[in-house]
């Protein structure tokens, strides 16, 4: 199956179908018996999903082609053994995609002039994205975070270990450190000794400096946004040299404490997501603030026609919506109108996805939440750029 990252995520949203586009999301269990509960729910799923499609006057032989790679998954057991939380189906004429998700979904199916795609914004909304720097004397790894996901980023030229640094030096005048193994029953990690001339633990200290200079210096360049959060996993005599010579502005305080090398991703991510969650709860408690500070300027909107539009235009800074609902509605672009509520029909969509979608396309921040956490009391508000 399919990994869901930011540029899958791209092409599915900027992608031009010929034809209706169908979504389906099942909710999913990873273990146990209620797993195979989602197989039955994809089954009545793809029954509603065919009398979408006769609505829109598709023969049932063309539902039967069209389905029939969704229908395939149903019967398929081993293909339920290995669930997330939650599971999306993308369907259009030649596409078939399919993404296990580590988020719960409400079960739906929607048929439109492109996917749905509000649920998946959740996963890679730069809202609550955040880094994770794991270091030690031995490895270098960065993962590009959500509460829900991870990535592994590249340092193209950032040196691996300590060892990258010290090959350069001046035989006569480098310090040679040497890793001892642990103790019986001791945890991995392997503290550095320093040998040479004068003092040995500034020349110790110099040298780490170095090398966290030096990967700092790529995570730098290779990071666009500085202000994203950076939690620094590692012990904490390293983090205090790190920060020292660190020039990322989002590096936070609070560590993921300890040798993170025996750790794998997925265990950084949620260990780091537990140190760096009350940053965002202040940041989202700002957004708040500045909703209402802005409010009555013209740079701050509640009314979801306006919003729509905004978002479509790339004026959108911050979107905070409705997670949960839908709002049907017609976008005549022609016209520079929206009408909401308007009857099913096949030119209809949720306006409310299509705000969000647009404003993740325009590197806009999207705030899903509940419905009464909305500034403004409506289904969606905006900040705007301008």
């Given at each position: 199956?399919?990994?869901?990252?930011?540029?899958?995520?791209?092409?599915?949203?900027?992608?031009?179908?010929?034809?209706?586009?169908?979504?389906?999301?099942?909710?999913?269990?990873?273990?146990?018996?209620?797993?195979?509960?989602g197989s039955i729910?994809?089954?009545?799923?793809?029954?509603?999903?065919?009398?979408?499609?006769?609505?829109?006057?598709?023969?049932?032989?063309?539902?039967?082609?069209?389905?029939?790679?969704?229908?395939?998954?149903?019967?398929?057991?081993?293909?339920?053994?290995?669930?997330?939380?939650?599971?999306?189906?993308?369907?259009?004429?030649?596409?078939?995609?399919?993404?296990?998700?580590?988020?719960?979904?409400?079960?739906?199916?929607?048929?439109?002039?492109?996917?749905?795609?509000?649920?998946?914004?959740?996963?890679?909304?730069?809202?609550?994205?955040?880094?994770?720097?794991?270091?030690?004397?031995?490895?270098?790894?960065?993962?590009?975070?959500?509460?829900?996901?991870?990535?592994?980023?590249?340092?193209?030229?950032?040196?691996?270990?300590?060892?990258?640094?010290?090959?350069?030096?001046?035989?006569?005048?480098?310090?040679?450190?040497?890793?001892?193994?642990?103790?019986?029953?001791?945890s991995g990690y392997?503290?550095?000794?320093?040998?040479?001339?004068?003092?040995?633990?500034?020349?110790?200290?110099?040298?780490?400096?170095?090398?966290?200079?030096?990967?700092?210096?790529?995570?730098?360049?290779?990071?666009?946004?500085?202000?994203?959060?950076?939690?620094?996993?590692?012990?904490?005599?390293?983090?205090?040299?790190?920060?020292?010579?660190?020039?990322?502005?989002?590096?936070?305080?609070?560590?993921?404490?300890?040798?993170?090398?025996?750790?794998?991703?997925?265990?950084?991510?949620?260990?780091?997501?537990?140190?760096?969650?009350?940053?965002?709860?202040?940041?989202?408690?700002?957004?708040?603030?500045?909703?209402?500070?802005?409010?009555?300027?013209?740079?701050?909107?509640?009314?979801?026609?306006?919003?729509?539009?905004?978002?479509?235009?790339?004026?959108?800074?911050?979107?905070?919506?409705?997670?949960?609902?839908?709002?049907?509605?017609?976008?005549?672009?022609?016209?520079?109108?929206?009408?909401?509520?308007?009857?099913?029909?096949?030119?209809?969509?949720?306006?409310?996805?299509?705000?969000?979608?647009?404003?993740?396309?325009?590197?806009?921040?999207?705030?899903?939440?509940e419905t009464d956490?909305?500034?403004?009391?409506?289904?969606?508000?905006?900040?705007?750029?301008?």
């Amino acid at each position: 199956m399919e990994t869901l990252d930011r540029d899958t995520l791209n092409a599915l949203l900027t992608t031009q179908n010929d034809g209706p586009c169908l979504s389906i999301y099942v909710p999913t269990e990873e273990v146990g018996p209620e797993a195979i509960q989602g197989s039955i729910r994809l089954k009545n799923l793809l029954l509603e999903s065919e009398r979408k499609l006769q609505g829109l006057g598709w023969s049932a032989k063309q539902i039967q082609s069209f389905l029939k790679p969704a229908r395939e998954l149903v019967n398929d057991t081993l293909f339920w053994k290995h669930q997330q939380s939650g599971l999306v189906i993308l369907l259009a004429p030649g596409v078939f995609r399919h993404f296990r998700l580590p988020i719960h979904v409400q079960e739906m199916a929607s048929v439109g002039q492109r996917f749905y795609m509000k649920p998946l914004l959740r996963l890679l909304s730069t809202a609550d994205q955040f880094y994770v720097l794991a270091l030690s004397q031995q490895h270098v790894r960065l993962l590009l975070c959500t509460p829900h996901s991870f990535n592994r980023v590249e340092l193209p030229d950032a040196p691996e270990n300590i060892d990258e640094v010290l090959k350069y030096d001046d035989p006569e005048k480098q310090v040679h450190f040497h890793t001892e193994a642990p103790p019986a029953g001791a945890s991995g990690y392997r503290a550095a000794v320093s040998y040479g001339h004068g003092d040995e633990n500034y020349e110790q200290r110099e040298t780490l400096r170095r090398y966290f200079r030096a990967v700092d210096r790529v995570l730098c360049k290779t990071v666009e946004n500085h202000d994203i959060p950076l939690v620094f996993a590692g012990v904490n005599y390293l983090f205090a040299i790190y920060r020292e010579v660190s020039r990322y502005n989002g590096l936070i305080g609070d560590i993921v404490e300890g040798n993170p090398e025996p750790l794998s991703d997925q265990q950084l991510q949620k260990k780091a997501w537990k140190t760096v969650q009350p940053v965002f709860a202040k940041r989202w408690q700002q957004q708040r603030e500045r909703y209402h500070d802005l409010s009555g300027t013209g740079l701050a909107a509640d009314n979801i026609e306006e919003i729509v539009l905004a978002a479509r235009d790339g004026r959108v800074d911050t979107l905070f919506l409705a997670a949960e609902t839908s709002l049907p509605g017609v976008i005549d672009h022609e016209a520079n109108t929206v009408a909401q509520n308007a009857d099913s029909t096949d030119a209809s969509e949720d306006l409310l996805d299509y705000a969000a979608v647009q404003t993740y396309l325009h590197r806009g921040a999207v705030h899903p939440v509940e419905t009464d956490e909305v500034p403004g009391g409506g289904w969606a508000a905006a900040i705007y750029r301008y």
